[in-house]
């Protein structure tokens, strides 16, 4: 059974810094891409950040230069380093399989970036 447990979020002003993790359990994680989603209120649920098994990484333009991420596959562990937050990143953080996510999500975890 696939799990699921984001953590690390908060509430943080604008130009702070967070980072997130996820433990993976269920999966063979060593060999999965994974991928950070984000899903402000009233928008979809978007692709952040993805990693790939060795370490190839990809970000959404409107975080390049800004997030990284990065995998302990010993640990089943995938993390999102966020700096200069903006409120526009404001939103529930998950992780999950990328390109295809798992049908079962986490619970996430809050990020709040005020202004």
């Known amino acids: 059974q696939v799990q699921l447990v984001e953590s690390g979020g908060g509430l943080v002003q604008a130009g702070g810094s967070l980072r997130l993790s996820c433990v993976a359990s269920?999966?063979?994680?060593?060999?999965?891409?994974m991928g950070w989603y984000r899903q402000a209120p009233g928008n979809e649920r978007e692709i952040v950040a993805s990693?790939?098994?060795?370490?190839?990484?990809t970000f959404a333009d409107s975080v390049k230069g800004r997030f990284t991420i990065s995998r302990d596959n010993a640990k089943n562990a995938v993390y999102l380093q966020m700096n200069n937050l903006k409120p526009e990143d404001t939103a529930v953080y998950y992780c999950?399989?990328?390109?295809?996510?798992?049908?079962?999500w986490g619970q996430g975890t809050q990020v709040t970036v005020s202004s």
């Open positions: 990693i790939t098994p060795r370490g190839i990484t």
């Open positions: 999950n399989a990328f390109p295809t996510p798992y049908p079962t």
């Open positions: 269920g999966i063979i994680f060593s060999i999965r891409p």
